[in-house]
């Protein structure tokens, strides 16, 4: 069975400094006490991605929380994969709720980063951890499945999937999101969870993609010490994707232990 994922998207949040501190800490914590069955992705600001790459040994791993969609370019501004690829770099988050809101990111857009980080892999070998997730306007209205299949088959008509492409999908419910929430805090029952990654396979199979059971779904919305494990055990998910709570080395940690006692 492959790892377990456990992702930490540090956003915005941070200093250089204070990213490498904690990136430090994780790795000294995880070094007194591995956790085998899991693999820790670490997503920092891409200013640190250079110094924290001295700082991590397996099996924690780096990721760049977006890309350029070309593989290079005149696009001032912009992060390259090739530049992610050098960085050390395995994984590229893209598609992220806040870049759709904040940036007026659209499924195009996002598509188009996709392709190029799958065009690109076999040279690259970057890993598209692609989110998707619907509003809760659109949960409110059972738009769900209808949000799912229009982000997915963007990516789809941009590069179509064939079995030897590595990709992740995140579903990360957009009102699921810790910083997202006015009023009270509102995580996804694992259940809603199961039922929106069956759709998700459901919608990958419509696809024509066979291996869909090869593709690692991950849930990200809210995941803290406490909840993590249930997506695993009840929500049907290989990993977790850990905003807030992976902020600080201890609770973030205490999310890879809970995953990696849950198989
Ligand atoms: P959260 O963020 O864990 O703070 O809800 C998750 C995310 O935005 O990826």
């Known amino acids: 069975m492959p790892p377990l994922l456990c992702i930490a998207n540090w956003k915005a949040n941070l200093t250089p400094e204070a990213e490498t501190v904690l990136a430090r800490t994780i790795q ?26 001295y700082e991590i040994d397996h099996p924690i791993v780096l990721a760049g929380q977006d890309c350029y969609w070309e593989e290079v370019g005149a696009a001032t501004g912009e992060v390259s994969p090739v530049a992610l690829a050098h960085l050390g770099c395995k994984y590229v988050l893209i598609g992220h709720s806040e870049r759709r809101i904040i940036f007026a990111e ?81 995580n996804c029952d694992p259940s809603d969870c199961k039922e929106a ?31 993590a494990s249930s997506y695993i055990t009840q929500g049907d998910v290989s990993g977790v994707l850990v905003g807030s709570a992976s902020l600080h080395a201890k609770r973030f940690c205490a999310i890879v232990h809970s995953l990696n006692t849950s198989i």
């Open 197 to 227: 990654i069956g759709m998700i396979k459901d919608i990958l199979h419509t696809h024509s993609i066979n291996a869909v059971n090869a593709i690692p779904l991950v849930y990200g919305g809210s995941v803290d010490e406490h909840n």
């Open 28 to 53: 000294g914590i995880m070094q007194q006490s591995p956790a085998d069955n899991v693999e820790i992705v670490l997503t920092p600001t891409f200013v640190s991605l250079y110094e924290i790459g």
């Open 106 to 186: 659209t499924n195009e857009m996002v598509a188009k980063k996709y392709a190029v980080l799958l065009k690109t892999q076999k040279k690259l070998g970057l890993v598209p951890i692609v989110c998707v997730g619907e509003t809760l306007m659109e949960r409110k209205n059972g738009k769900t499945r209808e949000i799912l299949e229009v982000q997915l088959s963007a990516l789809m008509k941009a590069m179509p999937f064939n079995k030897n492409f590595q990709i992740v999908i995140a579903y990360e419910p957009v009102w699921a999101i810790s910083t997202n929430q006015h009023g009270a805090r509102k």
